[in-house]
């Protein structure tokens, strides 16, 4: 028997006839159909490999990107890729700094609480005035309001948003009037009351390189802080108030108590301030990528750098009346000085006789001589060109005008050693005026101070 033979035969396959309905269990499953010949899962696993390929050639290509970003095209070099990718970021960028531009000009629009402290301010500033007191100037420093409105009239004068410009710059302006208004009303009140030699606000009626450098110093920090952080830089605030609230409460209070000297020089150094503080600011803008982008803008902007420089240019050479012990020489503006004479007791005519001759008519003849009276100055015991002090017992200092009850030209504390001239002392109803020069900075400024308000340790005087 053969190896075949001794095998078992399977038995064959039992089909029916009729064809019956298989079981669940033996249903086969479908076989993709023939007519198909796409590979849906082949071809997305294609373009992986493709896109790995495309960036181990080129890293700067980014593959996660839409594919409307990622044109591979001859036509498209990288350089024009790069464009493409540099304004998709630009647009982001562009849309980040509108909504912080948008947030700062919410926070610099002027409040209720804006112009009560204005008010505020002018009040107990005025009242520093009136009484000659430098602790209650500070403390009307610090009442001052939150400078943000003047910040949001630079920004949107930059930006060419004119409807937050009218809103912002004229809330400023209308605090500034407001402290002006309460200064004023101070001064009138002060007019009843017993006054003094008003140093401080002689003082800040002038224009002085200290204060400038301040209101330079806090105007940089304060654009810089409110604009790059939400919270408010008060120190630098008061920085600039210093420079803003003090001449125009000068200003006010002089024009209320009827000062000469105090008004309008308190307002020309208020804008001075102002006009350096709005270039700064600009300045400030335009380092920080705050530019104009519209016609708006570029007029608005324009137009303030124009009535900065003019005002500048006008005000900030005004002279001795508003500039102080840092301008020019003021003894070319001073009147001459008068003179207190006397005549002399030389008699106007002699009387001569003639010799009487014997038989001869006794005939008196006379000769007139007349004589010119010798003028010389009235001995008031004024020192000759000394040093003296100044020491007031009523205020902190004494006015140094520029005549005998004129203009006053500057402020000089106690304690300060100023130069005697020689000249004769005028005397008016306010006492004796004696001719002084002032040494400061290098530079030195002619007027009169009373006599009583100057000490010498020379007990001889001139004959």
């Not at 500033?125 to 430098?134: E, K, L, M, T």
């Not at 500039?323 to 020489?329: E, I, L, R, Y």
Request: proline fraction near 8%; include cysteine.
């Amino acid at each position: 028997m053969t190896p075949e033979e001794n095998q078992p035969k399977l038995p064959e396959p039992n089909t029916p006839e009729f064809p019956t309905e298989p079981s669940k269990e033996q249903i086969p499953v479908e076989a993709e159909p023939k007519g198909s010949d796409f590979d849906f899962d082949r071809m997305d696993k294609d373009v992986e490999e493709f896109r790995e390929k495309i960036k181990s050639i080129n890293p700067d290509i980014n593959s996660d990107q839409p594919d409307e970003f990622n044109d591979f095209s001859a036509g498209y070099t990288p350089l024009r890729r790069r464009r493409r990718a540099i304004r998709s970021n630009d647009s982001t960028q562009q849309r980040d700094i509108g909504d912080q531009l948008s947030s700062i000009l919410e926070r610099s629009t002027p409040n209720l609480d804006f112009f009560l402290l204005s008010i505020l301010c002018g009040l107990i500033i005025s009242i520093g005035y009136a009484i000659d007191s430098n602790a209650i100037l500070m403390f009307g420093i610090f009442v001052s309001p939150f400078l943000g409105p003047w910040v949001g009239a630079l920004l949107s004068s930059t930006i060419g948003e004119l409807r937050y410009f009218k809103q912002t710059i004229g809330g400023f302006f209308t605090s500034i009037l407001m402290a002006l208004i309460a200064s004023v009303l101070v001064g009138g009140v002060s007019r009843f009351f017993a006054s003094n030699n008003h140093i401080h606000a002689y003082y800040h009626s002038h224009l002085w390189w200290p204060d400038i450098l301040l209101m330079v110093v806090g105007t940089i920090i304060l654009i810089l802080r409110f604009v790059q952080s939400d919270v408010r830089p008060i120190i630098p605030s008061l920085m600039v108030s210093y420079a803003f609230y003090l001449p125009v409460s000068v200003a006010g209070f002089g024009l209320g108590a009827g000062i000469d000297g105090l008004w309008p020089a308190g307002l020309f150094v208020f804008f001075v301030h102002l006009a350096i503080s709005l270039l700064i600011s600009l300045v400030m803008f335009f380092y920080l990528g705050v530019r104009p982008n519209s016609v708006n803008g570029f007029a608005i902007t324009g137009g303030l750098i124009l009535v900065s420089i003019i005002i500048l240019v006008l005000f900030g050479g005004f002279g001795g009346k508003i500039q102080g012990n840092t301008s020019a020489n003021v003894a070319a503006v001073l009147p001459e000085t008068p003179t207190v004479v006397v005549p002399s007791e030389t008699p106007f005519a002699t009387k001569t006789a003639a010799p009487i001759a014997s038989n001869t008519p006794i005939i008196a003849t006379f000769t007139a001589t007349v004589v010119l009276p010798t003028l010389t100055p009235i001995n008031t015991g004024v020192p000759a060109s000394v040093i003296g002090k100044i020491m007031s017992m009523e205020s902190n200092g004494v006015v140094v005008r520029i005549s005998p009850g004129g203009v006053a030209v500057t402020t000089v504390l106690n304690n300060y050693p100023v130069r005697i001239l020689s000249d004769p002392p005028v005397i008016d109803e306010n006492g004796e005026w004696v001719h002084v020069i002032i040494i400061d900075q290098l530079k030195e400024i002619e007027g009169w101070i009373l006599s009583k308000y100057i000490i010498t340790a020379t007990p001889d005087f001139a004959p």
